[in-house]
């Protein structure tokens, strides 16, 4: 999911330099996205991360 998120802001970035402004906007709010939810799950994942048995 990470993967993701860069790819989306490395795409705003390129959209952005190139003045498609509608397009970077969006790209970067869906990569702010991916990246809150890839740190939520993380953080889970941190938490109830497999037991020992």
Do not use: D, E, N, P
Not at 22 to 38: M, T
Not at 47 to 52: I, L, P, V
């Amino acid at each position: 999911m990470l993967h993701y998120t860069i790819v989306f802001l490395v795409v705003a970035i390129i959209a952005a330099v190139l003045g498609f402004g509608g397009i970077a906007g969006a790209a970067a709010g869906f990569a702010k996205i991916l990246f809150f939810v890839f740190l939520v799950l993380f953080v889970i994942s941190l938490f109830t991360g497999r037991k020992r048995v």
